[in-house]
């Protein structure tokens, strides 16, 4: 760290963990750039071949022109004087340099269209597969580390598929054509410029290592600065009310500044690659000059070859310097293309059969047998929960906070997979059931409601894209949404920006509640989903349940106990097991774990 060791407290330094992005240490593996390329099979029938035909154009037109200025405008034109030749040279020579101005637009445009439709299909490739990991993975990882590889990782390999793959052929194609025309005007001169090759070559080696890691560092850097830009908006409001905004901008100038470092230190060691090539192609003119002239003087070679070795002397260089460039380019993409690869090769923890059972419409009877789950070794959630919800059965969860609840509700959406023990859903094994199939039928509101933006219309259609709007406004006005919906400006085509901002959280979760009674689940869990509204809009609420809940099963998990009187049957919690099970009377009778829960809450409300 740089400026958080001076000025942050450590406590504001634990806020962050990024376990997920380390600099990989491996060495530059083909395999895996073969892996990248394969994005391009899709423009191997178009894009590619039409540049790469631009390419063989321009490359072959370049090797040309050298050899009709010096040999035939230099040794025979103009030393023989014939002016005819020489008019002729002139406009072949002007002709192909227009062919390949035309030749490079196309080229140029192909090419561009080429490295976005690879960058286009990448990014689309990894935003799917990542749609579908499981809740672990997001668990593990900040919101920003995961748009980091989505967007900046990405955006880095633009340059090596927009430039880098065609421009490394149309230059290994002019290295090889520059090397025979050398050795065809004077071997000895060619080889003697030659000799400094392995100079360069064992120079830039462990200049290209080190520039790689440098772009590793760089790019887990990166996802540093924009975990904490995440965090930092996201809970700004957190930030202001317990006024930490300097000791966050200790922590943000400290990421800040090692992001600028290794960008520094990465740009520093790519820039050296240039002028490696470039002092080594000072030495090669310096021995042209003095063997040349040497060669010239004694009569074994003619000024125009002179000329024309010094072009493709030049030209020789050139696509040496521009391939150490690509090198670098491939350097930047094996470092980036390690992170998304390391994304793509994730697997759902939680996965479908080969053949898995589709379920159009289910009934709702849930069973768990001898459940254990853990979300890490240290901690089971569950140990050993059997539990029978007969369809449509309203059951309600309840129980200290940690006793288990929510992972109930989880492992019944599939979430996660229990460690041990079966789960079934109309006696059917719920790891047979189709994920989509099975989460189609079920609707959960949580406490913490996401609004996306858009139109409140849409945030409500969100679950239910087919359905109408009359549709729409029959859910609002089931769960007493529709009033405050009317009153916006815009009534249901109200812009609302992300998370619903200008809402008030009871109005949030009305939505909330629109939306999963719009979707029409045959299991409805709401986890807390009340904890956030007056007594006033609760009473609506249970209202609307009592007519939309029928024939459906619900489970409901809330500490207001006062929501869950009406409840047909009522399972306690308690450190991941099941310590009482009946409705409201027969648990009150009983005086046990739930008598005191309520006698609690009452208390506390006569206090208040």
């Known amino acids: ?285 310096a021995v042209l000059i003095w063997l040349g002239s040497y060669l010239i003087l004694n009569d074994s070679m003619k000024i125009g070859e002179f000329v024309s070795f010094a072009f493709y002397l030049g030209m020789f260089w050139e696509p040496i310097s521009r391939l150490g460039q690509v090198y670098n380019q491939l350097l930047v993409g094996m470092a980036s293309s390690e992170r998304i690869f390391e994304f793509l090769d994730e697997k759902p923890i939680v996965s479908e059969k080969d053949d898995p059972q589709e379920m159009r419409d289910i009934k709702g009877h849930i069973q768990f047998e001898n459940v254990v789950f853990s979300y890490s070794e240290s901690r089971h959630a569950l140990k050993g929960v059997s539990l029978e919800i007969k369809a449509g059965q309203t059951t309600a969860l309840v129980g200290h906070t940690g006793s288990g609840k929510t992972t109930i509700a989880n492992l019944i959406s599939r979430f996660y997979d229990a460690t041990s023990g079966e789960i079934y859903i109309d006696h059917h094994n719920i790891k047979d059931i189709s994920l989509k199939s099975l989460r189609r039928q079920i609707s959960v509101v949580l406490q913490d409601t996401f609004i996306f933006s858009g139109t409140i219309m849409e945030n409500i259609r969100f679950g239910r894209p087919d359905a109408t709007d009359e549709e729409v406004l029959y859910a609002a006005k089931a769960v007493g949404a529709y009033h405050f919906i009317e009153r916006l400006p815009n009534g249901f085509h109200h812009e609302v920006e992300e998370r619903g901002n200008i809402l008030s959280v009871g109005e949030r979760q009305l939505l909330s509640f629109a939306r999963a009674l719009l979707a029409d689940p045959r299991i409805l869990i709401l986890d807390e989903a009340t904890a956030s509204i007056d007594t006033e809009t609760e009473v609506l609420i249970q209202k609307a349940l009592n007519t939309l809940l029928k024939d459906r099963t619900a489970i409901i998990i809330a500490h207001r106990l006062s929501t869950i009187r009406d409840a047909e049957q009522i399972i306690v919690l308690d450190h991941g097991q099941i310590s009482e099970k009946g409705n409201h009377e027969e648990l009150m009778e009983l005086q046990g774990e739930y008598y005191h829960l309520v006698r609690a809450q009452f208390n506390r409300a006569e206090v208040m």
């Open 1 to 285: 760290m740089f400026l958080i060791e001076k000025r942050a407290h450590p406590s504001i330094l634990k806020r962050f963990h990024y376990s997920s992005d380390q600099v990989i240490e491996k060495p530059f593996n083909w395999i895996q750039m073969a892996r990248l390329f394969s994005y391009l099979k899709p423009y191997k029938k178009n894009l590619l071949p039409l540049s790469a035909i631009m390419v063989i154009i321009t490359t072959a037109i370049r090797l040309t022109i050298p050899i009709l200025i010096g040999v035939y405008t230099l040794d025979k034109a103009i030393i023989n004087k014939d002016i005819h030749l020489l008019t002729i040279l002139v406009i072949i020579i002007a002709s192909l340099y227009f062919i390949s101005y035309i030749a490079n637009i196309f080229r140029i445009r192909w090419m561009n269209e080429l490295g976005q439709g690879v960058i286009y299909d990448i990014r689309k490739h990894l935003f799917s597969h990542v749609q579908n990991l499981s809740h672990q993975f997001f668990d593990q990882r900040s919101a920003g580390s995961i748009l980091v590889r989505i967007m900046n990782d990405i955006n880095s390999l633009q340059d090596l598929f927009t430039n880098g793959v065609i421009n490394s052929l149309m230059d290994s194609l002019l290295l090889i054509g520059v090397l025979i025309v050398l050795f065809s005007l004077s071997p000895s001169l060619a080889l003697a410029v030659m000799l400094i090759l392995p100079i360069m070559f064992f120079i830039s080696t462990s200049l290209r290592r080190k520039i790689r890691k440098s772009w590793q560092v760089v790019r887990l850097k990166q996802a540093k600065l924009n975990s904490h830009l995440n965090e930092s908006i996201q809970g700004i409001r957190v930030t202001q009310s317990f006024t930490q905004e300097k000791e966050n901008m200790a922590f943000f100038q400290g990421v800040n500044q090692e992001n600028f470092e290794s960008w520094k230190v990465a740009s520093q060691k790519n820039a050296m690659f240039r002028p490696l090539v470039e002092i080594t192609n000072a030495l090669g003119s």
